[in-house]
């Protein structure tokens, strides 16, 4: 078949504006060319991108159509997600061979402009300034960000230029991408295929399957009977930029977002132990002294044929890594979720309560914002209605603690935006970092300790601030952070969001070591982000903690009692 897929899909951004044969006007080049526009719409209409949304979206339903396009407007409009709006830029690129629209927004950005777009500060008209001095690329802009080839650019000054060079160095090597995105991109890939592959059953493995925070590749594995059908999917699937079968059942792709993939395909009695190999990492491989030849139809019957218990995937990063650390049937409540009431949040009260029941919880911790965000939130009068409607929801939902807290902001000094005495009545404190994220290292260090002081506090939320790939961590000495959380009894987050990750895997082992206890959490904003806690627990099995450091693997008894025994103690 076809050679190595390209290493990046940007590598032709120059010609997708431009018209194409009729041999060429396939739903796999329509995809690339629409999700360019996306690219281009959201960068150049910030508040109109939901059309960026709907374009993304539409890409993934583009194999319901013909590989030629060839199908009537009204056949077109019978498959999910493709609307009146993409059948006639479908048209209009079967008659024309290209999109009016990206022919006139493509030459104004960057190649780049997904990742450059998210920077600081960046407006669209700044993004238009860079592709004029010659910027394509996150290698161009650290190049000029090196040379000050950009102090023409207006408003754009010495403080900015040092946050963009920050967040562009976060990566720890070329090509890595943050997980948030690899597993976004992984899960779509892995739905996708198992729908267009009735029978089969896809698994995600590799760095994402680890939890890694940052990857160069997704990997698959595929269990089926039929590789050959696996490979005339992907052959000319619109999902991804590009695709080519390799010997030995693996078939390479590069995704429309420039992640390099691999689809491992296996049969089913094989399928554990392709699992293992291909999750990994390599070490953790060889130290089980596995063939690869040896079929295995599970994971456990692979740890089995050498006496060994399962290894949750997070955990294999840990040269001694065994089934000691903690299980996400340890969990016994979420401690950080928001319902409507905080300005980003997408659930009713009752929804969330219904989604901790769903997963056997005992109890749930309402934390609404508060007023001290930057986009607003509860003030002490709204929190106090609000408790009225928690007081409703438990009636309805009498078979889980419903708790009514708060996710307080702490200000620049270490000062919460809601008065003491609320405070008091809160069933729980949730406290988070949302600003002043550059104080210098002392002033941040007295900021988060003064907080986790406070004795209303009960957990410290996403205490390092950062975020993967967005914005780099605090300036902080996290050893006083650990020594104040053990000393005070309030617990540390490990946040399961991928993007945050918060403590780290690396971090939580520290924060136990000092003694500090660690609260694993969702911060689910949506029904689906409950999930989020398998994240958190995976981060706690990297980190080698066990359940008794975490305080919502008690039950709701011996909870309650904490909460009052923590209060007490500071």
Known sequence: MRGKPTANCHDHHVSLADPVSPEQRTRREFARRLWRLADVVQAAYRRRSFRARAFRSAVWSLDDLPPDLEALPEEMRQVAGIGEGIVRLIGEFRSTGTIAELQRLDSRF????????????????????????????????????????????????????????????????????????????ASMLRRHLERHLPGDEVRVAGAVRRLDEWVHRIDLVLVTGEPARAARLLEDSAVVASSASEPGWAIDLVTHDGIPAAVRLTDREAAGTALVRWTGPERHVRSLGMSAETPHPTEEDVY??????????????????????????????????????????????????????????????????????????????????????????????????????????????????????????????????????????????????????????????????????????????????????????????????????????????????????????????????????????????????????????????????????RRRRA
């Not at 990742?115 to 600081?120: D, E, F, G, N, Q």
């Not at 988070?432 to 290292?441: E, M, Q, V």
């Open 110 to 185: 960057p190649a780049d402009v997904r990742v450059i777009a998210r920077l600081p500060r960046m407006t669209p008209g700044r993004l238009e300034e860079l592709k004029a001095l010659g910027v394509d690329t996150v290698a161009d802009l650290m190049a000029a960000i090196d040379t000050g080839a950009l102090t023409t650019v207006e408003g754009v000054g010495p403080a900015t230029l040092d946050r963009w060079a920050a967040v562009l160095s976060l990566p720890p090597s070329p090509g890595a991408r943050p997980a948030h995105e690899a597993a976004v991109t």
């Open 304 to 565: 089995r044929s050498i006496g060994r218990p399962w290894v949750p995937p997070p955990a294999r990063i840990r040269s001694e890594a065994e089934n000691g650390s903690i299980r996400s049937e340890d969990i016994r409540g979420d401690l950080h979720v928001h319902t409507d009431w905080s300005p980003d949040g997408h659930m009713p009260l009752v929804e969330a309560g219904e989604q901790a029941l769903a997963r056997g919880y005992d109890y749930l911790v309402v934390t609404d914002h508060t007023i001290g965000l930057r986009f607003g939130g509860l003030d002490a009068e709204k929190l106090r209605l609000q408790r009225r409607m928690v007081e409703e929801a438990r009636r309805a939902l009498p078979d889980v603690h419903l708790f009514h807290g708060a996710e307080i902001n702490i200000d620049a000094e270490g000062g919460l935006d809601i008065d003491d005495e609320t405070l008091a009545w809160l069933d729980f404190v949730v406290a988070g970092a949302h600003s002043h994220f550059d104080l210098p290292t002392e002033l941040q260090t007295i900021r988060l300790v003064r907080a986790i002081r406070h004795p209303a506090v009960d957990v410290v939320a996403h205490p390092t601030g950062r975020r993967i790939g967005i914005r780099p961590g605090f300036s902080v000495d996290l050893g006083a952070v650990y020594e104040a959380a053990a000393e005070s009894g309030t617990a540390l987050e490990v946040n399961g969001h991928r993007d945050r990750m918060d403590l780290s895997a690396e971090h939580a082992a520290e924060a136990v070591r000092a003694g500090a206890r660690l609260a694993a959490d969702s911060n689910a904003h949506r029904p689906h982000e409950f999930d989020n806690m398998s994240v958190a627990v995976g981060i706690l099995q990297r980190a080698g903690v066990g359940k008794d450091h975490v305080v919502n693997t008690a039950p709701l008894d011996a909870f309650m009692v904490w909460v009052e025994e």
